[in-house]
């Protein structure tokens, strides 16, 4: 300890004045440049486009546009699969599961096993004749309050600076590189690509100093590729231009400003149309100039960013003053730094606002699993959008932290998936209504995915995603939104639901589904005894994700004032009570599947039977005790048998126990977190390394329902607060369900004040910690207040 602490002392000592002056709860800061993409990068993102900036002498930005993936909408539906689906349902009746799974992937797996995959623009490379050797005062750093990114450095006793933005409301990322000394600034520049260029230019025509990209996804002319042209834009007053091929170079210049802008056939068809969009962004930014792009970049990233925040105390023995790189290796063995934590809380908001907003344009994509950060022409799986943990998790934070409109963009993705879905509905299920499988492609391509046993045929993505627009509804209170999108969304999957079910031991259940990507043992009653199976009848996280689907029909109705005895309101308040209820098994635990079969991965890495817990609220210990103590056994053992083994499912573990109020197991796996899955720029990843953004997402998830929950209706302050790791504390502008924004202050591991702000009116349920008492404006609480809009309630101890 003492060698650790001296240590830390040493290095923070070594620091910049710079860097000495970056709060550790807010900068990512780094004093070499990146040498690998996916360990060093800093992600900047105005949704629709990507950067990530790698700050070497010899600069590297890798570009993304959202709807830049591998190819055209694909043809996946399963020709035979309609009529194997009576089969396959009586052979699972039958208990004959390992035929009725061969049956599944003979007859019902699609013709081309996987979507779409999410592919990158290239890379901007930028030579600026510095060698790395004669360097020196170098730092790099990301704002994660503001959304912006730059490096400085000193070369021959000039200083030369380097600032990045990507600007929602200009819909074009831009930098600014910098001299100290008046013309000293030169840069070779030229894009790149791995393969699929069709033409890459540079060009001094006209006054306009650009480069160009245009590739392909890679397919025939005839078969509809996805076509792309990057363009950036280089303005230096004063300075020289001139190109070779595919380079442009810039000498003696003392200030450069780039603005780039990608596009796609996606969202512009029209070759024409497409060109005319680069350049009217392009024009648009370049009169405008880098100052108010910048400006309006930071002001619109703020303004988000901006309404939450929190302090979980000061991190001891400066850990928090070194540079992140350090920090993420000093947490690897021992974590003792909160402000790391809220550093990962911040880089999280900052994801989301990166990779997850509303638009001009008429389609946006919500991130995928590498958010909009990806350097390759096929992503890490794909870079789908993979709806059976992965996609949701991406927008935990988004309500939460006060970031409701972060969820836009999967409305618009869920909406491009509509009718595909009612196409599968009606070719594989023989329904009307929408269904899903486990991924979507940036088409909304909703079939099956791969050929595989345990994650293949799970019909119930759709159920899934659409939760999120209740969630919508319940934090933003959109009910012109609940109206015109979700409440007919909800119609349209019920309508699926009602059909797809089929009676089996008086309930209506799902059948062939599985439990997502988790297998069971075939016990010695069926066939073929002992082998390892997925598909099965009824896996219990169906059974919840039907029951919430009708809940929600139920709830937007009452908020829609439709009447009760409404025909689609009836269908969901009978269908309720034909689910089957959760079965608990020989350990007290959740059963999640129809019987207590054998485990093959008790230490599973979902935890889809606990979905009820988190993200629903069915297993709350406020709504059912039983239940919860059913789902805590069955989360107790995935655990004790080694579950969290990917970042995602450790973050997700937070988020489990913040919801069975046990603080102390948040703050366990949030260490075990940091102690195998950040990159040095505190990327999450599989399993220590390969990227996979929902991680990130689900950590400031984790730590922000630690602080404050609301999935019951009660605004429940402090519910899982571990008070012995961080004892004192501060949190403002989080948000509950019903509009109630909550600012909330505690000391020696409890509540001492906190204030509501209810921003519609509405009926406020309040509880503190493990149910402690408590005064509202003076007076002690003995019930739900109504309040009035706008106005604030304090609450002290
Ligand atoms: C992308 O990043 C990975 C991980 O950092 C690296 O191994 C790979 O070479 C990079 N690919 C390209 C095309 O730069
Ligand atoms: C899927 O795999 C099964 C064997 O596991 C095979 O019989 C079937 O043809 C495959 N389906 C497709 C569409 O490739
Ligand atoms: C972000 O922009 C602000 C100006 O609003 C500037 O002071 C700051 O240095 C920039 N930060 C980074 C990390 O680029
Ligand atoms: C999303 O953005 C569009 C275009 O700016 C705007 O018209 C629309 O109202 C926004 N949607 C919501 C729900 O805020
Ligand atoms: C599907 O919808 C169509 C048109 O509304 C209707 O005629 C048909 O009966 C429905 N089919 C099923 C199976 O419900
Ligand atoms: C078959 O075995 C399972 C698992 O042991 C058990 O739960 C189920 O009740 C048995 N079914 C019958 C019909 O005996
Ligand atoms: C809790 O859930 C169990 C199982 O579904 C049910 O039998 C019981 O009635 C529920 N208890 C309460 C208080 O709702
Ligand atoms: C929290 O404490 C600070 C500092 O004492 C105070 O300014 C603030 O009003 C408090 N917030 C709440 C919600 O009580």
């Not at 959760?582 to 007290?588: D, L, N, V």
């Amino acid at each position: 300890m003492a060698k650790f602490n001296l240590q830390a002392l040493l290095v923070g000592l070594l620091a910049t004045n710079a860097s000495a002056a970056l709060d550790g709860s807010r900068y990512l800061w780094y004093t070499s440049p990146a040498t690998d993409w996916e360990t060093g990068v800093l992600p900047i993102g105005n949704s629709r486009l990507g950067a990530a900036i790698f700050g070497g002498a010899n600069e590297v930005v890798t570009i993304n546009e959202d709807t830049l993936w591998d190819g055209p909408l694909q043809n996946r539906i399963p020709a035979n699969g309609l009529a194997a689906l009576p089969k396959v349902r009586q052979m699972l009746e039958a208990n004959s599961l390992t035929a009725a799974g061969n049956l599944v992937l003979s007859q019902m797996t699609p013709p081309i096993s996987g979507e779409r995959q999410f592919s990158y623009f290239g890379n901007l490379n930028l030579n600026f004749g510095h060698s790395s050797g004669g360097i020196s005062n170098y730092i790099r750093s990301l704002d994660t309050r503001q959304g912006n990114s730059s490096v400085s450095y000193t070369y021959n006793g000039v200083t030369y600076t380097r600032e990045y933005v990507a600007s929602t409301p200009a819909g074009v990322i831009a930098a600014r590189f910098t001299a100290s000394k008046a013309g000293a600034l030169s840069v070779s520049a030229t894009f790149s690509r791995i393969s699929n260029i069709l033409s890459n230019v540079a060009s001094t025509s006209g006054g306009a100093n650009t480069l160009t990209l245009q590739g392909s996804s890679g397919q025939a002319a005839s078969d509809n590729p996805i076509l792309f042209t990057g363009t950036a834009q280089f303005v230096a007053s004063g300075a020289t231009f001139s190109t070779s091929g595919g380079t442009l170079t810039i000498s003696g210049a003392t200030t450069i400003d780039v603005f780039i802008d990608v596009e796609t056939s996606y969202r512009y068809p029209s070759a024409s149309d497409l060109a005319a969009q680069v350049n009217s962004k392009l024009s648009a930014a370049v009169s405008q100039g880098f100052q108010k792009i910048h400006d309006g970049a930071i002001a619109d990233a703020s303004a988000l960013l901006g309404r939450a925040n929190i302090n979980l105390g000061t991190s001891p023995n400066g850990l928090a003053s070194l540079s992140t790189d350090q920090r993420v290796k000093n947490a690897r063995s021992s974590f003792n730094d909160p402000q790391l934590a809220v550093l990962a809380w911040n880089y999280g908001r900052h994801l989301l606002v990166a990779s997850s907003r509303n638009t001009s344009a008429a389609i946006d994509m919500p991130p995928n699993l590498q958010g909009v950060w990806n350097n390759q022409t096929s992503a890490p799986w794909g870079g789908k959008f993979t709806i059976n943990i992965n996609t949701e998790m991406n927008l935990w934070p988004a309500g939460q932290t006060n970031l409701i409109e972060t969820q836009l963009p999967l409305f618009d993705l869920m909406k491009v998936a509509q009718p595909r879905g009612q196409q599968m509905a009606q070719d594989l299920y023989g329904c009307n209504g929408t269904v899903f499988h486990h991924n979507l492609d940036v088409w909304g391509d909703p079939a099956p995915t791969d050929n595989y046993t345990s994650s293949t045929m799970w019909p119930m993505g759709a159920t899934w995603l659409v939760q999120h627009m209740i969630e919508q509804y319940r934090f933003g209170g959109d009910l012109n939104l609940l109206r015109s999108a979700t409440y007919p969304y909800l119609l349209d999957i019920s309508k699926f639901l009602q059909c797809y079910t089929f009676s089996w031991q008086g309930n209506l259940v799902t059948g062939p589904s599985l439990s997502p990507e988790n297998t069971y043992v075939v016990p010695s009653n069926a066939t073929v005894s002992g082998q390892q199976e997925p598909m099965d009848l009824a896996p219990e996280m169906d059974n919840q994700l039907m029951r919430d689907v009708m809940k929600g029909i139920i709830e937007a109705a009452a908020a829609l004032g439709i009447s009760s005895s409404d025909s689609n309101v009836q269908a969901a308040t009978n269908f309720i009570p034909q689910i089957r209820t959760p079965r608990i098994g020989s350990y007290g635990q959740i059963l999640e599947w129809r019987y207590e079969y054998g485990e093959t991965d008790p230490g599973h890495r979902h935890l889809s039977p606990m979905y009820g817990l988190h993200p629903s609220n069915q297993f709350s210990p406020l709504v059912n005790t039983t239940l919860s103590a059913a789902a805590k056994a069955l989360l107790d053992h995935r655990v004790a048998s080694g579950s969290g083994s990917t970042g995602w499912s450790r973050t997700w573990l937070m988020n489990q126990y913040a919801r069975l109020f046990s603080g102390a197991d948040v703050w366990k796996h949030l260490v075990a977190w940091f102690a195998e899955y950040p990159t040095p720029n505190l990327w999450n990843t599989n399993d220590g390394s390969t990227f996979q953004i929902d991680g990130n997402f689900g950590l400031t998830s984790g730590l922000t329902e630690m602080l404050l929950q609301s999935q019951t209706g009660t605004v429940h302050l402090l519910p899982a607060l571990p008070g012995s790791n961080i004892p004192t504390g501060s949190a403002q502008g989080l948000m509950a369900r019903g509009g109630f924004e909550v600012d909330i202050n505690w000391s020696g591991g409890s509540l001492t004040s906190a204030t509501v702000t209810s921003t519609r009116g509405g009926s406020l349920t309040l509880r503190v910690a493990g149910g402690q008492s408590f005064k509202v404006n003076g007076a002690t609480y003995s019930g739900s207040i109504q309040t009035t809009s706008g106005t604030k309630y304090s609450i002290t101890v």
